[in-house]
């Protein structure tokens, strides 16, 4: 009969569990497994540290998307604080890394944190929706058809293709929509069931008129600080809310390099920003928001006008174009942290919304193939369409997140569900990422894991969804002796008071 041992590692800590030590190890070669006994017992203790940092998209196609970031971030909070106090740090940046803005109120970042907010959005943020018309008169009045409400005698007004042969693009996307016209803040009110919309009246020509909401930040200071943190968190609707602009130069999106520049402490333009706000003992989450696909270039590498709507299908400099490979990225993140398992990295992009992952796959190709057909007005193929309008394929986003294991979330930024479901299941890996039970030595067979909460015992199962546990096969942060082990982490996050036991047959020699 194989000898059987039990280890007991009781540690007290904030509804955080952490790596757990082993100071009882097994003589090597003793016998080939023994059975081990993770235990974990929840408690209280200081908060935990988090640095933010949100990548918020500044096109004029991002405008309801700001809001929905705004309006669903104290939710995102507070599921993350259901699991653990933190102690956080918060800045935004946008994605511009080089543009030169003049004579305008828009944020243009090159990886400097906004400290102003918008306070509206211009006319191209009236809203509009997908609807093939070659006049007015196709739109109808679409107020009943497409959001329910009773005819208000609006009208709305078609934005024409440049021809017939344009309307549609190859994948089936639509280049024409619809805009809802108003006289009135009622009417805007009434169609879109919202009291915060009105009627945006531009000129003095009632054509240019049209319903917009506007964003929640009116009341915001001129000046906002560097970065927010527990005293001032209830400002990040004012430094979320970065504005949109139309301007050429403002289309060439070099998201994944803009949040870099953000944070790389040895940047002669960033550097000093990156110093006050990295702390070297907290958690680092970068959350990229945007609808359009990832341009990053190298220093001094420039591309024409012509290419920055199409520039996400250009080849990585590994293969001879201009973009940076999403790998070098990944490690430029990590390398932030010395432990690189503290670092989050999410994205809320574009991807398709059909059922199966065949079907997904196979509109990816239909818009790859569509959006780089030479013919001119099919550059503005997108992959999905939502209520908050039209996202290109983020292809390099899902590559970033993928590069980060388990510490990394993709969510699909045209989700019928809303932006507050994406902001969810980030807070949710958040959760997953700091509350892991390192495990001690490698597991070879028989993982049970008991959860005891308010004195009731529960076996949780291996799975997605509540009393579900998932097993990480080497976690980053899981380190002895320079070999990384695996963990566990779960979905419903432990509560102050409830212990984990985690039971396993595993490998006492470390290789």
């Not at 500044?58 to 102690?87: H, P, R, W, Y």
């Not at 402490?265 to 702390?279: C, I, M, N, P, Y």
Request: aromatic share 8%.
């Amino acid at each position: 009969m194989r000898p059987m041992r039990t280890m007991h590692l009781l540690t007290a800590v904030a509804a955080t569990l952490g790596a757990a030590a082993c100071n009882d190890t097994p003589v090597k070669d003793l016998e080939k497994t023994f059975t081990y006994t993770v235990t974990k017992d929840t408690g209280n203790a200081p908060p935990i540290k988090i640095d933010f940092l949100w990548v918020v998209d500044n096109s004029s196609s991002m405008c309801q998307e700001q809001v929905g970031l705004t309006t669903n971030f104290n939710q995102f909070v507070n599921t993350i604080k259901t699991a653990f106090d933190i102690d956080p740090r918060i800045a935004v940046t946008t994605v511009d890394a080089q543009c030169e803005v003049n004579n305008t109120s828009v944020f243009s970042s090159k990886g400097k944190f906004n400290q102003h907010a918008a306070k509206a959005f211009p006319p191209p943020c009236q809203i509009t929706t997908r609807i093939e018309c070659l006049d007015d008169n196709d739109c109808g009045d679409a107020d009943e058809d497409i959001f329910g409400s009773p005819d208000t005698n609006g009208e709305w007004a078609c934005r024409t293709a440049t021809s017939e042969a344009c309307v549609e693009n190859p994948n089936g996307s639509i280049n024409t929509t619809c805009r809802r016209r108003c006289t009135t803040d009622a009417e805007c009110k009434d169609v879109f069931a919202d009291d915060k919309f009105v009627c945006q009246k531009p000129s003095n020509n009632q054509a240019d008129w049209g319903c917009i909401r506007p964003p929640d930040s009116s009341t915001c200071p001129d000046e906002l600080p560097e970065f927010l943190d527990g005293t001032n968190i209830d400002l990040f609707p004012c430094i979320a809310t970065v504005g949109v602009n139309q301007e050429k130069c403002l289309k060439f999106e070099q998201q994944i390099r803009s949040g870099y520049m953000a944070l790389d402490k040895s940047s002669l333009d960033t550097g000093e920003q990156a110093k006050r706000f990295l702390r070297d003992d907290a958690y680092l989450v970068v959350v990229f928001v945007s609808d359009e696909e990832d341009c990053s270039i190298g220093d001094g590498t420039t591309l024409s006008e012509d290419q920055y709507e199409t520039c996400g299908l250009l080849k990585t400099t590994d293969e001879g174009g201009p973009l940076i490979p999403v790998a070098h990225y990944v490690n430029k993140f990590k390398g932030l942290k010395s432990d690189p398992g503290k670092v989050i990295v999410a994205a809320i992009a574009g991807d398709s919304t059909k059922g199966s992952e065949t079907e997904r796959e196979a509109e990816r190709v239909a818009y790859i193939a569509s959006k780089g057909d030479p013919k001119d007005c099919f550059h503005q193929s997108y992959i999905c369409n939502s209520d908050n309008g039209t996202a290109d394929y983020g292809n390099r986003f899902g590559d970033l997140v993928k590069g980060f294991g388990p510490n990394g979330t993709f969510t699909n930024i045209c989700s019928a569900d809303g932006i507050g479901v994406a902001l969810d299941q980030i807070a949710r890996t958040i959760v997953s990422v700091v509350n892991r039970v390192c495990l001690p030595r490698p597991i070879l067979e028989g993982l049970t894991v008991r959860r005891t909460r308010n004195g009731e015992t529960t076996t949780l199962t291996e799975g997605d969804g509540p009393n579900t546990y998932r097993v990480i096969p080497t976690a980053e942060d899981c380190v002895v002796d320079s070999i990384i082990l695996p963990a566990v982490a779960f979905f419903d996050p432990p509560i102050p008071g409830e212990s984990i036991e985690v039971i396993y047959e595993g490998d006492p020699q470390l290789d």
